[in-house]
């Protein structure tokens, strides 16, 4: 069993359309979670963090549901900005000792179209 | 700030040729990381380093080896270029490898090997 897994999609949705990404971690232990976005070709860039408590940035909203170890991403009234590579990340590290080592899903690709 | 950048860029290498692929933070971030991305997948760790002169493993360590001579600098060293090393790699930095750290990405090297 992969340690992330995201439905890697695609998901084609015209503007305005809301869509929700899932991702399922396996390990209990995991720490801390993030989404990154990553534009084709480019380098991954921090979306938002993921908090127990959910968190929301504009049109974007994270939920994390530590019992089932599962995230999602919610974007509502997609632009065609939003378009990219939506990649699930967790850090596995436990014991209060990180060093940041960073576990990513393969993916969720998104295609936002007029 | 530059951030973090890597080159070269692209590369194409011949089988058995080494080659080192650079990268440079001018954040003075203690932790690097590098990673290699294959197509349609997540990104897999490869070594990491915690500061000068200490250094780990990740992942997928095999076939790659790392220095930390300075802050700024951690370069990820090919000695024996094989076909399953065709990959993105992107270096990342971060200052002090916490769990909800944002870590920074630089643009990555398209590496060829044929």
């Known amino acids: 069993r992969k340690e992330v897994e995201q439905d890697p999609g695609p998901f084609n949705v015209p503007e305005g359309a809301t869509v929700a990404f899932n991702c399922t971690y396996s390990?209990?232990?995991?720490?801390?979670f993030f989404w990154y976005r990553q534009d084709c070709r480019k380098e991954p860039k921090l979306l938002m963090s993921?908090?127990?408590s959910g968190n929301e940035d504009g049109r974007f909203t994270a939920q994390l549901n530590r019992a089932s170890q599962y995230i999602s991403l919610l974007i509502r009234d997609s632009k065609l900005s939003d378009s990219a590579t939506y990649l699930c990340?967790?850090?596995?590290?436990?014991?209060?000792?990180?060093?940041?080592?960073?576990?990513f899903g393969q993916g969720t690709i998104l295609t936002v179209h007029p | 700030n530059a951030g973090v950048t890597q080159t070269p860029k692209f590369r194409i290498l011949k089988i058995g040729q080494s080659m080192t692929l650079q990268c440079t933070q001018d954040?003075?971030?203690?932790?690097m990381y590098w990673y290699r991305q294959d197509p349609g997948m997540g990104l897999k760790l490869i070594y990491y380093?915690?500061?000068?002169?200490?250094?780990d493993k990740g992942e997928v360590p095999n076939g790659y080896n790392v220095s930390r001579s300075t802050t700024e600098d951690f370069p990820l060293r090919l000695e024996l270029a094989a076909p399953s090393q065709t990959s993105v790699y992107f270096c990342?930095?971060?200052?002090?490898?916490?769990?909800?750290?944002?870590?920074?990405f630089g643009p990555g090297t398209r590496l060829l090997v044929l």
């Open positions: 990342a930095s971060s200052m002090r490898g916490t769990l909800q750290e944002t870590q920074y």
């Open positions: 390990n209990s232990a995991s720490q801390s």
């Open positions: 993921v908090y127990s």
């Open positions: 990340v967790v850090n596995l590290d436990a014991g209060g000792t990180s060093y940041g080592k960073l576990t």
């Open positions: 954040m003075n971030h203690n932790y």
């Open positions: 380093s915690v500061g000068a002169g200490i250094t």
